[in-house]
């Protein structure tokens, strides 16, 4: 008689200890699964994910997409609205396939005027840009284009005298320019996108 208790005592530890073991087995695996679930959703595995959250972010154009003026039209690719013009292929930051997508063209109005870099002389010049993206990095530069005309004229203002009556000096220029209009539509949308800047109008005076 003495004995059974003693022995009933090791036999519900046991069962306790084994109702644990299957308690944080149970709660290791639906942890993982719910892990391995958020990972594959936010991988784009399933669920869209990023790759969902991407289709709204710009997107390459090939040349076989591009939209061209209307026969007659005044040719303007320089407003938006997703035309492009011109053959010559933008560059494409990622690698050397620029010629593979168009060319969005954007005007920006009106033209900039600003002093040179300890200098007397004043530039205007009217700009216009090109991306090989869709419309989407044009409706950024239109969104935030006080603060882009900010840079193109800080840009300019540290342009030194030389720099402007050159062709490589004004290629330099041009350089600087995307750098600082791209560099503004990357803090203030995380994506710039702009290839190359061009010069519609350039006068010193």
């Not at 600082?180 to 203030?188: D, M, R, S, V």
């Amino acid at each position: 008689m003495s004995d059974k208790p003693e022995d009933a005592a090791p036999k519900k530890k046991g069962g306790k200890m084994k109702l644990l073991i299957m308690v944080l087995a149970l709660v290791v695996l639906v942890g993982g699964g719910v892990g391995a679930g958020v990972y594959a959703s936010s991988a784009g595995l399933i669920g869209g994910g990023h790759a969902a959250a991407a289709d709204h972010g710009p997107k390459l154009v090939p040349k076989s997409e591009q939209k061209r003026p209307a026969a007659g039209g005044e040719g303007e690719g320089g407003h938006g609205g997703g035309e492009s013009s011109g053959s010559g292929g933008a560059h494409v930051p990622s690698g050397g396939d620029g010629d593979k997508y168009a060319s969005n063209y954007f005007t920006m109005d009106p033209q900039f005027t600003s002093n040179l870099q300890d200098s007397v002389h004043v530039i205007q010049v009217g700009i216009a840009v090109s991306t090989p993206y869709d419309d989407t990095v044009i409706e950024n530069l239109k969104t935030n284009d006080i603060a882009v005309r900010s840079a193109v004229l800080m840009t300019l203002g540290d342009t030194p005298e030389e720099q402007v009556f050159t062709s490589a000096g004004k290629q330099q220029l041009q350089g600087r320019l995307v750098k600082a209009i791209n560099a503004t539509l990357q803090q203030k949308e995380g994506f710039g996108g702009v290839s190359n800047v061009y010069f519609t109008n350039f006068v010193v005076q």
